[in-house]
């Protein structure tokens, strides 16, 4: 859901593992795959089929001789294929954010870390709709050769692991060890296990519940309604012009991140800390530091993603409730065809996907007599804790990996 | 054997002076560090017995399985289809760590989301004294579980009794090692409670086993004086196993 280093509230930074680290997966180069064309279009929810699809993805490590140790990680809202590693080929991709910044879940993935690289093969693929490299609302519509805009189709998580098994076919993998993810990305995992139960052996869910509450129905609206009534938006046809919709699409991340964090973080970070001077300034400018803060990122986030994306994921987002897309509305029934071993994780702060919801997927699973486990880890750091508990998150992945190998 | 007098127990006492010269040794060796002397080789009496207890390839849910071990047991010797329920994170985190399933969930709030019947034997090991509402851990896994196994710390025991008697302070022993202000036995019971609740309840005991001094045997009257620590076998009135 959120970018890892942006929304790091007030946890100190752990030490970054530079590229010639041993702990590190090194220099990394994205890959894209043809998963749909017109001969085999993908099929969508919405009721209409899409091709051509390219999917941008990354692998770490080596995949086994039997393919049996896979893994696969699925991304949250702005998240992308690069988890792990530096990009060596920002410069190249125009991706001038990525240049001193390592992969979103670089402390997790590696040689030696939780998702060991040297044991594990790591797959990493960018969502259908999302603007890295997969196909979405800025690639060309085929038929018109301009860019999708809003003509690109809606999709939905269940689209998105769809295709993401086509990746695994593409890859030649039957069955992954395991699937993890956290927020939007967790959603992922959870369409996985119920919808593809024998394609994975370990499901692992952090911070993400089997569909998204009341109250963030209601953000998300408040975002995609910042980015549509930006006038610079029209229609969502503003690519190739020298105004795009950023004013919106800053007030839909600021109001992104007020929710990936918690009044305790909130306040332990800013405070009520001026950003210049000790008092007020009598004006409408920036002035406390949190809305420094705010701005900085809606400012930073409207350089690297593009409007139209966010309306398409968040709407992704809303849609999803494995409960009636699977199960007919009763979430145990979806969970019936579950196999394997479940790990999910809630946080204590989180009012995005909060612990109690989690739970929710937790009595699904028990309901059908499958072995899970759940551990609500106390944190203040909100919905953001599932990327910066690093050293929990840490020993409950190794541990329950050790249980799935 | 009936219940003994006052005077009774304290001849008992004087007449087990051995025990007792150690249950004085063991109060004073008990420093800073209380309660660590309670664990090691005892707990492995209760999961021998279990582990003899339980049938190959069955469902078990132990509730407040601590890091797993009685799981881990139960799996490798019996291969069964083991979930642990633990209240506290760090020993969650643990049992995650050891590869058992758990769920981080307390007993005192029911056990919600777990279907009747769905686990064959349920284990409430050193775990009932602990709980807030004892009576809704011992309801909730009869209704989950077919079998349920309970074991805890005898208040009743000769030595716990004399030492409220004759100390009148709260008794502290190797099984019931903390302070009055620090222990986590919050609704400490006697064989004979546990026994009166299961009649009233029309609980049916099937087994019942006690440990004291060293070893076990099947429980016998005396026992609620004699045991430290009791396991029983329950089964809801019309449970045949």
């Known amino acids: 859901m959120s970018d890892p280093v942006d929304a790091r509230p007030t946890k100190a930074k752990k030490p970054i593992d530079p590229p010639d680290s041993p702990r590190s997966v090194g220099w990394t180069r994205p890959r894209q795959a043809l998963l749909a064309d017109a001969a085999r279009p993908l099929p969508l929810d919405c009721g209409v089929t899409i091709a051509p699809v390219t999917v941008e993805y990354e692998t770490y490590g080596e995949i086994s001789p039997a393919k049996d140790n896979a893994i696969l990680i699925f991304h949250a809202l702005s998240g992308d294929a690069h988890v792990a590693g530096w990009d060596a080929t920002w410069e190249e991709s125009g991706r001038a954010w990525r240049a001193k910044r390592v992969g979103w879940w670089d402390e997790m993935i590696g040689p030696g870390k939780a998702f060991d690289t040297s044991r594990y093969f790591v797959i990493c693929a960018n969502v259908l709709g999302s603007c890295y490299g997969t196909t979405g609302p800025t690639s060309p519509n085929p038929v018109s050769g301009e860019p999708y805009g809003l003509s690109f189709p809606v999709v939905t998580v269940g689209d998105w692991v769809r295709l993401q098994v086509r990746l695994l076919d593409h890859l030649g993998i039957d069955k992954l060890l395991a699937a993890a993810g956290g927020s939007l990305g967790g959603q992922q995992v959870i369409e996985l296990g119920l919808a593809y139960p024998e394609r994975v052996a370990g499901c692992i869910v952090l911070a993400a519940s089997p569909r998204l509450s009341t109250q963030g129905l209601a953000f998300n609206y408040v975002a995609r309604h910042a980015i549509t009534n930006d006038p610079h938006f029209v229609a969502g046809d503003y690519y190739g012009t020298d105004a795009t919709p950023d004013r919106g699409l800053g007030i839909a991340r600021m109001l992104g991140h007020i929710t990936y964090l918690s009044e305790t973080s909130m306040a332990a970070k800013f405070g009520r800390r001026w950003q210049e001077g000790d008092g007020p300034g009598y004006g409408f400018d920036i002035e406390f530091e949190v809305e420094s803060y705010l701005n900085y990122q809606a400012q930073a986030f409207s350089e690297r993603f593009d409007a139209n994306s966010y309306l398409y994921i968040t709407k992704a987002m809303d849609y999803y409730d494995a409960a009636t897309s699977l199960g007919g509305g009763d979430l145990a029934a979806a969970c019936a065809v579950a196999q394997g071993q479940w790990l999910i994780c809630s946080f204590t702060s989180d009012w995005l996907y909060p612990p109690a919801a989690c739970r929710e997927l937790v009595h699904g699973l028990m309901a059908g007599g499958k072995p899970v486990s759940y551990v609500n880890i106390e944190s203040s750091y909100g919905h953001d804790a599932f990327l910066l508990e690093v050293e929990t998150v840490d020993r409950l992945v190794r541990g329950f990996l050790k249980g799935v190998a | 054997m009936s219940q003994p007098s006052h005077r009774e127990m304290i001849e008992r006492l004087m007449t087990t002076r051995p025990h007792f010269a150690e249950a004085i040794a063991y109060l004073a060796s008990l420093d800073a560090g209380l309660g660590e002397a309670a664990d090691g080789p005892r707990r492995r009496w209760d999961h021998d017995l279990i582990a003899g207890l339980v049938p190959a390839g069955c469902r078990v849910l132990d509730i ?178």
């Open chain 2, 64 to 241: 407040g399985c601590g890091d797993g071990e009685l799981l881990l047991k139960l799996r490798a010797e019996k291969q069964v289809r083991a979930q642990g329920i633990e209240r506290d994170t760090e020993l969650a985190l643990k049992a995650v760590e050891n590869g058992v399933p758990v769920v981080q969930m307390d007993v005192d709030h029911g056990l919600d989301g777990v279907p009747d019947d769905s686990f064959d034997y349920v284990v409430l090991e050193e775990t009932l004294q602990t709980v807030g509402r004892p009576q809704v851990a011992l309801r909730e896994m009869l209704r989950v579980g077919r079998v349920g196994i309970v074991s805890f710390p005898n208040f009743g025991n000769w030595w716990v009794r004399t030492q409220l008697l004759i100390e009148g302070r709260m008794p502290m022993t190797p099984r019931f090692p903390f302070t009055w202000h620090s222990t986590p036995n919050i609704h400490v019971l006697t064989v004979r409670d546990f026994e009166a609740w299961c009649e009233a309840e029309s609980v049916v005991i099937q087994q019942a086993w006690a440990y004291a001094e060293g070893e076990y045997h099947e429980l016998i009257p005396a026992d609620n004086v004699l045991a430290e620590e009791a396991v029983f076998v329950i089964g809801r009135a019309a449970t045949n196993v």
